[in-house]
């Protein structure tokens, strides 16, 4: 990291470490703030709301009318940067790729409580594959506060990069699945059970049972298959046809605890335990792209993210592990696919419990948008090219952003 990379980080501060965790407790610490409201036991939490949300789930989803929105003030164009959704406030914004000339594209209503249900959010990709929608959760305005913590809004709003609404519905869950073909989305129906696809008019059009055994052990959400035929958990596939579903083996990519398939499909990048491996979509041709010792934390693969052009993989890294003063405890890290070679790009802030690892390749490949986090626990949007210059701050107060798909007019 130059010089000079290092003294503009060095005025936001970085975090003090702390004692590391185990990976799924991390995750579950990582999920964003509207998670972190929840109090007591998280499963207590999910079965309460789980039998709200069978009851809603169970009821016909119709469409919501649009609602008005101001247009954007720009769209991208072939072979520019895509605009830029972010989250910043409890609200969604759109915005040109550099962040400039934001819109609100939500319109959540402060009632000044502290801990008032409210509020949008995006855990993961939101933007549709071929870029023409967003998919988020959240409620305009719950109306309600809760003393003994918030708990995960059931909302999933699809809405055009204007504001439009074009359908909201009911469902559990962290992200929201795409398909391939950008036509559904897949998320929790009842997190014990059942998973949903919905349509972009709203309307669920099927409800996958996912056997007991099946269920992972963790706050997994599913993943589409890159042909569209199969939601993913960990360790287990399930049809959408509605044929049987079936557990996968325990050396499956698909079985660990991250998984990534390239853009084209081909490929899929995975994380046992002993590092980073790549293979083909079907799990043959595997090898290891990046070791590790299993007893070691010296690697941190939450986030892995390919870029568009499948040559490379970006992971939020631990160089060193811990330092007295806090410092490189999380870095924007690059791998080679081919060569396996590691190129540090950026200090992520935080500490060894507390990181960031929303990272988002630019349509084109030659910038990463990440998070970071400084000594005050604050969050901002940066971006940086992959050859290490041009370190920008976009967007302070945000934890999430994305790029849009390139090629579309919206």
């Known amino acids: 990291m130059s010089a000079d990379v290092q003294e503009l980080f060095d005025r936001a501060g970085r975090n003090a470490p702390a004692p590391a965790l185990d990976a799924d407790a991390v995750l579950r610490r990582a999920r964003h703030h509207h998670r972190r409201r929840i109090t007591g036991v998280v499963a207590a939490t999910i079965a309460a709301t789980v039998v709200l949300g069978v009851s809603l789930a169970g009821q016909a989803n119709r469409p919501t009318a649009p609602d008005p929105a101001a247009p954007l003030p720009t769209t991208s164009a072939p072979g520019s940067l895509g605009r830029l959704a972010f989250e910043l406030d409890e609200d969604i914004y759109v915005a040109d790729g550099d962040g400039a ?39 305009e ?38 398909s391939p073909d950008s036509s559904r989305v897949a998320a ?3 997190f014990e059970s059942s998973l949903g696809i919905w349509g972009l008019d709203g309307v669920r ?56 398939y390239s853009p084209n499909g081909d490929d899929i990048a995975y994380v046992p335990p002993d590092g980073l491996y790549v293979a083909a979509a079907d799990g043959s041709q595997a090898r290891q792209l990046v070791p590790q010792d299993p007893d070691d934390t010296l690697y941190w693969w939450y986030g892995i993210e390919w870029s568009p052009a499948g040559d490379q993989i970006a992971f939020v890294n631990k160089p060193g592990g811990e330092s007295s003063d806090g410092s490189h405890v999380n870095e924007l890290t690059l791998v080679d696919v081919v060569s396996g ?20 390749f630019s349509p084109e490949g030659d910038q990463i948008l990440f998070t970071r986090i400084d000594a005050t626990g604050a969050k901002s949007l940066w971006t940086i090219k992959t050859d290490g210059s041009e370190l920008r701050r976009l967007v302070d107060g945000s934890e999430w952003g994305e790029w849009q798909t390139l090629g579309s007019t919206g």
């Not at 918030?150 to 795409?178: E, H, M, N, Q, Y």
């Not at 409800?207 to 287990?236: I, N």
Request: hydrophobic letters at 30%; a negative charge; proline letters at 10%.
């Open 341 to 360: 070679t590691l190129v540090p790009l950026a200090d992520m802030g935080g500490g060894l419990n507390e990181y960031s690892a929303k990272i988002t």
């Open 205 to 260: 059009q099927a409800l996958l049972t996912v056997p007991p055994e099946l269920l992972p052990s963790c706050d997994c959400d599913p993943v589409w298959s890159p042909d569209g035929t199969s939601l993913l958990l960990r360790g287990a596939e399930i049809p959408v046809d509605g044929s049987p579903p079936r557990q996968l083996s325990p050396d499956d990519p698909r079985s660990q605890s991250q998984f990534e």
């Open 101 to 139: 000339n934001r819109v609100r594209i939500t319109d959540t209503v402060q009632s000044g409580a502290e801990d008032v249900c409210a509020g949008y959010w995006v855990d993961g990709p939101a933007w549709s594959p071929d870029g023409r929608h967003l998919a988020y959760r959240g409620d």
């Open 141 to 178: 305005d719950s109306g309600d506060t809760r003393p003994n913590g918030c708990s995960t809004s059931t909302t999933v709003t699809i809405s055009d990069p204007s504001g439009r609404r074009i359908a909201s519905f009911p469902s559990f869950g962290w992200r929201i699945a795409w």
């Open 188 to 190: 929790w129906v009842d």
